[in-house]
């Protein structure tokens, strides 16, 4: 039998290191397209992991895709939520769904219903044997998520339950970045004299708030400011475990209330919980810029047509989808990998909502 050949292999044949061929075939990092092509012919080549090279019809570019999928030719999408166009992974489903139909493989959508998360039952319309993986969107129930870890499928997660006290998930994990971009705005805050700097949302809700959290906190240290508990909201009405934007928007109001003088900006955890805190504010009778600043994350499509239109942080959901695509067709051929956890690209952008 031949020997295995190993991304070392590949970096000796093109002379090359080991790093650069790792990230063209991970697709991860910094890597000029002629390098990421020549690793990719290469890997061909030598038959790296039995990979082939086609053409992605929608881009007309060369792509690396792996060895023809067997009898379990269908990826499960689980979701608790409704991902309309509002959502960040509208955009971002249709790329993945695309690169993996150019693989051979069909999606199928299964929403999780609650007595189904209380029951840890699986959908109904889930059928395991024609299953090759699972990727998981806004599945925030702990109990849950490890639950689908069990079946014995490799699973990916977009977003994941808080991990910090919780048991690490048995899974490839997907973020965009959460906090680089919370730090180049509290600098250009600071920069801008907004030196009093609170936080809106529920930080434990799921990992991406926690570590957008836990960004805006690190922010405020390293730059030396303080952090006031009475800027910073972050959880929601008592006993309401998903509440309505009624709901959350009483809650903000008995929050916003307490507050004896607001501080010069609130970071939101995302554009929707902005949007709420910009609507209580405004029928409490503060001006968005003049009073205080708001700044979202998402880049959802409301933010811009809203009066201001919101100061926010754009996900990149092409690449998301794409990545996806790699990280769980990557574990169904290799399931001995290492779980791995990738973090996309975000912008910074700038509305109204700062002045801008």
Do not use: W
Not at 69 to 79: D, K, Q, V, W
Not at 282 to 310: A, M, W
């Amino acid at each position: 039998m031949a020997e295995r050949v190993t991304i070392q292999d590949i970096a000796d044949a093109l002379g090359v290191s080991r790093n650069t061929v790792s990230k063209a075939i991970n697709n991860t990092g910094i890597l000029a397209d002629a390098t990421r092509e020549k690793v990719l012919k290469k890997a061909m080549e030598m038959g790296y992991k039995q990979f082939s090279y086609v053409t992605v019809t929608d881009t007309g570019k060369p792509s690396l895709s792996l060895s023809t999928p067997n009898e379990r030719s269908e990826i499960a999408l689980f979701t608790t939520s409704f991902l309309g166009n509002s959502h960040f992974s509208s955009t971002m489903l249709d790329k993945f769904q695309r690169e993996l139909s150019q693989l051979g493989y069909s999606l199928t959508m299964h929403r999780i219903l609650q007595d189904e998360l209380h029951r840890l039952s699986l959908p109904i319309s889930f059928i395991k044997e024609r299953t090759a993986g699972i990727v998981c969107i806004e599945l925030f129930d702990p109990d849950y998520s490890q639950m689908v870890c069990n079946l014995g499928l490799p699973v990916l997660f977009i977003d994941t339950p808080t991990e910090s006290l919780n048991k690490p998930l048995a899974a490839d994990k997907l973020y965009m970045d959460n906090r680089s971009n919370i730090h180049l705005f509290v600098k250009e805050m600071v920069r801008r004299g907004k030196t009093k700097i609170g936080f809106i949302g529920e930080y434990m809700h799921c990992h991406s708030f926690f570590e957008r959290y836990m960004g805006y906190r690190d922010a405020m240290y390293m730059l030396g400011l303080p952090i006031y508990d009475e800027y910073c909201i972050l959880k929601n009405k008592e006993g309401v475990r998903n509440p309505s934007s009624r709901e959350y928007k009483e809650y903000l109001t008995e929050c916003l209330k307490k507050i004896k003088k607001l501080p010069d900006v609130f970071i939101c955890a995302n554009d929707f919980v902005a949007l709420d805190a910009m609507d209580v504010l405004k029928k409490l009778g503060y001006s968005i810029p003049n009073d205080v600043y708001l700044c979202g994350f998402d880049d959802s499509p409301e933010s811009k047509i809203v009066t201001p239109s919101l100061t926010t942080i754009h996900i990149h959901s092409q690449i998301m989808g794409f990545s996806a695509v790699h990280l769980l067709i990557s574990r169904i051929k290799e399931p001995s990998l290492n779980y791995r956890t990738m973090h996309t690209e975000t912008s910074l952008i700038y509305r109204a909502s700062t002045e801008d």
